[in-house]
Nanobody
Framework: QVQLVESGGGLVQTGGTLRLSCAAS????????MGWFRQAPGKERERVAGINWSGGMIYYADFVKGRFTISRDNAKNTVYLQMNNLKPEDTAVYYC????????WGKGTLVTVSS
């Protein structure tokens, strides 16, 4: 059974920093493309960042380039999202996704950035 568990969300002020983690189990993590998505209230879910198995191919949405960093530790079956210089518009539920089979999602972690 595939499980993805996000953690690290919380309330921060504008300009603050958070590090999200997504712990995966039940899948071949070290060969799986992983991604972070977010969904703000009243908006559609959008892709934030993605990373291939080795970390050699990384994707960032334009709105996070230069502020967010995705990384992974295959020994710990965990993918991270380092978020710096947070803005109120970054407020959303952040989801981890494993791009295998039909795709698997975690339940999300809430990030709230106050102005």
């Amino acid at each position: 059974q595939v499980q993805l568990v996000e953690s690290g969300g919380g309330l921060v002020q504008t300009g603050g920093t958070l590090r999200l983690s997504c712990a995966a189990s039940g899948l071949p993590f070290s060969s799986t493309y992983m991604g972070w998505f977010r969904q703000a209230p009243g908006k559609e879910r959008e892709r934030v960042a993605g990373i291939n198995w080795s970390g050699g191919m990384i994707y960032y949405a334009d709105f996070v380039k230069g502020r967010f960093t995705i990384s992974r530790d295959n020994a710990k079956n965990t993918v991270y999202l380092q978020m710096n210089n947070l803005k109120p518009e970054d407020t959303a539920v952040y989801y981890c996704k494993a791009a295998i089979n039909m795709g698997y999602w975690g339940k999300g972690t809430l990030v709230t950035v106050s102005s």
